[in-house]
């Protein structure tokens, strides 16, 4: 057993799947000499070397395009997008090639996608994205985003030994504030299954990512001062999503807050906050609430971008409005 | 460059298949405007030297990437007509299981991937290819096609620039029939030959004759044994001209009628047939006999594609992922 | 107003420097314990331990946070926008 941060866990589990396979390699921008913009591949480089983990130019398009073509021909790449604001610069060769390959041709695409995103590092509106819904849209893509590290290090692992395209967004904000001990063992989270990280009764917070971290310090203090215990789930997996999940913590507590960091409109949110009056509608008390942040690009000042983002106040006041109603 | 000797073999099978490229497009273009074929139809009439002399240049462990107006690069890498007519008809049998239309299809059977519309986009998918060559140290050669007014896109930039940064067995053919829609060449780039782009990755750039088919096939030849070698990619300029409208719905008025009737002197398969008359290795009741062959086999496809069964509703909503 | 990441570099130290303090303390009053003469004694020492011990446990969270932040701001600066 060790204590790793969210950053450690995810090299760790990159160094183990590299051991493990060797058709799994590594391409990206910096990702080699420098050991990434973040370190995230520190170390990767000495170890598998100039074969294994490529620095490639500046050309996103590229980097995604030929990862599908590798990847078609049996490896297994690991493609880095250094912040996940620049993923649009590959957003075609993702949704047009890498989703749809298998169904329309039957050619199975086993690649991974890392990209560093979220905000709250006043990175401005080109370093802060969250653009996770738009590929959950797009069929043929798997998508995960994992809020603590021994997550982060299984379902990377398990994205890794898919047979299709998955898009690991990797909270930036994490990667050094988030330590858990973790041990040897292998360690595989499988990917479409959430995990209640604190059981409760009277409201669920359905949240992912950063927002998980948010949610339960909104869960403490409810507890501490009004005596309600909140439920929070954290999806780890947004495509496909544990429909088992949702439904079953929305038959527990029948009142829903749904928290992500991305922008609420056409968020991940609304997916499930629809998924829910779909199936759950007898279920629940009050309807459901989403936190999310606002819908502009994320600002660069301080105080702007604590407006924008959801905190543990603004959920506090919504659990306070579901259990009102 | 070494010149390729170019068999008497390899010149009878660039004939037959250039006529069965051309007699197979008929045939479609019938079906099309009898009504059982939908969709896009795009055919090659002017540029069949250029898509099978190419793609003949190839061995069969390489990787062909054709785009939309290539079915001729497909029949070279030994596509069947059946199954070509089966993609176009989309029936339950065909290579994509009615999914995917026309020549957008994969074999990997024949280490054929098909293409997407986006033009470009096959080019960095091509370039990964031939990344894995290197990876794992195998001589696989991946060639690529694309349009003159497709080039201007940003993934040919990214992709040629990758593939020679990273010294990839990689070719990339631009097939210049001078109009792209209806944007005619001087719409969509400046200078006059797009083969001078290799000095940007300092990669050699060929300017030919696409109509030709012996100098198709003996420059990607060249090419592609030099990529194998591990010398890296080449860029292949072939001028044709696009003697058809766009599509099938597309008459083509805005093209110069001079243009065009400069053009039809230079009909790649009636130049190779005087040429191979007049080399003895063709005579008229052989060039006669390829046609009988030709016309019983797309007959014989026809009749099995059009029997064939259409997909079952059911099948929608699957196949999304892998196993 | 935001500390530079040089105002950040020696905010580090102090608070390495603090955190050493803390852990000293939490020592003097465990070492003190050992002599404790009565029951009373005993739990006021270990009182006064834990205290020193959170003290520490806060200090390390804001050490965790700056030197998250000056690893994510050299990552933003490495990357020319």
């Known amino acids: ?325 | 460059m070494a010149k390729i000797q170019v068999s008497e073999t390899v010149k009878l099978n660039l004939y037959t298949l250039m006529r069965k490229t051309r007699a197979t497009e008929d045939r479609i273009v019938s079906l099309y405007r009898q009504g059982h074929i939908v969709g896009g139809v795009y055919t090659s009439r002017g540029m069949e030297a250029t898509t099978v002399a190419s793609a003949s240049a190839l061995d069969a462990e390489d990787y062909l990437f054709p785009i939309h107006r290539d079915l001729g690069a497909h029949i070279a890498k030994g596509q069947s007509v059946l199954n070509i007519l089966l993609q176009y008809l989309g029936r339950g049998t065909s290579l994509t299981r009615g999914r995917d239309s026309g020549i957008h299809a994969s074999d990997t059977s024949l280490n054929i991937i098909g293409n997407v519309s986006h033009l470009g986009a096959m080019i960095p998918v091509a370039v990964g290819v031939a990344m894995a060559s290197k990876l794992r140290g195998d001589k696989v050669v991946s060639l690529n096609y694309i349009g003159e007014g497709g080039s201007n896109i940003g993934d040919f930039h990214e992709g040629l620039n990758f593939a020679s940064v990273q010294q990839l067995p990689f070719v990339l053919i631009i097939e210049n029939n001078q109009y792209a829609y209806s944007t005619p060449t001087h719409k969509g780039y400046r200078c006059e030959k797009l083969s001078h782009r290799a000095n940007a990755y300092c990669i050699p750039g060929h300017f030919i004759d696409g109509t030709d088919a012996l100098t198709v096939y003996s420059t990607v030849r060249s090419a592609v044994e030099r990529a194998r070698r591990g010398e890296g990619p080449s860029l292949i300029e072939c001028r044709s001209m696009r003697m058809v409208g766009h599509s099938a719905h597309d008459d083509a008025s805005y093209v110069d009628k001079k243009l065009l009737k400069e053009w039809e002197q230079k009909d790649p398969i009636a130049n190779l047939e005087k040429k191979l008359l007049d080399e003895g290795i063709l005579d008229r009741d052989k060039i006669e006999q390829i046609g009988r062959d030709i016309e019983q086999d797309i007959d014989a496809a026809t009749e099995d594609a059009l029997a064939a069964p259409h997909p079952e509703a059911g099948w929608a909503g699957q196949g999304v992922f892998a196993d | 107003m935001k500390p530079k990441i040089d105002d950040l570099m020696s905010m580090q130290d102090i608070l390495k420097t603090a955190i050493k303090r803390e852990v000293e303390a939490r020592e003097f009053y465990l070492k003190a314990k050992e002599r404790a003469r009565t029951p009373f004694e005993e739990e006021l020492f270990d009182r006064l331990a834990d205290q020193e011990a959170d003290h520490r446990k806060a200090l390390e969270k804001q050490l965790n946070e700056i030197q998250a932040q000056i690893e994510t701001d050299r990552a933003l600066s490495f990357d020319i926008y």
Not at chain 1, 71 to 82: M, N
Not at chain 1, 113 to 120: K, L, Q
Not at chain 1, 192 to 213: F, K, W
Not at chain 1, 260 to 268: D, F, L, S, V, Y
Request: aromatic share 8%.
């Open chain 1, 1 to 325: 057993m060790a204590e790793k941060t969210y950053l450690a866990a995810i090299n760790d589990a990159l160094r183990e799947e590299m051991s493990r396979d060797p058709d799994v390699f590594l391409l990206g921008e910096d990702i080699g000499l420098y050991g990434g913009a973040f370190k995230v591949t520190k170390g990767l480089y000495e170890e598998f070397k100039e074969n294994r983990v490529i620095d490639t130019p500046i050309s996103e398009s590229a980097i995604i395009g030929v990862a599908v073509g590798a990847a078609l021909r049996g490896f297994r790449p690991v493609a880095e997008i250094q912040f996940a604001d620049f993923i649009t610069c590959a957003f075609n060769q993702i949704v047009t090639n890498a989703a749809t390959l298998h169904y329309r041709h039957g050619i199975p695409v086993p690649m991974v996608i890392r990209a560093p995103s979220g905000g709250g590092i006043h990175g401005g509106p080109f370093h802060s994205k969250n653009p996770e819904a738009w590929f959950v849209h797009q069929p043929g893509l798997k998508v995960v985003a994992p809020a603590f590290p021994s997550d982060a290090r299984g379902l990377l692992k398990s994205a890794i030994r898919d047979n299709n395209p998955v898009l690991f967004f990797e909270h930036k904000y994490l990667y050094r504030r988030i330590k858990e001990e973790i041990g040897d063992e292998e360690g595989l989270v499988p990917l479409g299954e959430a995990r209640i990280v604190r059981p409760g009764t009277d409201v669920s917070l359905i949240s992912y990512g950063a927002m998980v971290h948010t949610s339960l310090e909104a869960a403490e203090s409810l507890a501490a001062d009004s005596g309600i215990e909140a439920e929070v789930l954290d999806l780890r997996t947004l495509q496909p999503l544990d429909r088992e999940a949702i439904r079953s913590t929305v038959a527990k507590t029948s009142r829903v807050v749904v928290v992500h960091e991305a922008n609420q409109t056409c968020g991940i949110g609304a997916e499930i906050a629809a998924q829910i009056a779909q199936h759950g509608f007898e279920m629940l008390d009050a309807p459901v609430e989403r936190v999310a942040a606002l819908d502009t690009p994320t600002p660069f000042s301080p105080v702007l971008e604590e407006a924008f983002m959801p905190d543990a106040a603004r959920v506090s006041a919504a659990v306070r409005k579901v259990v009102a109603f």
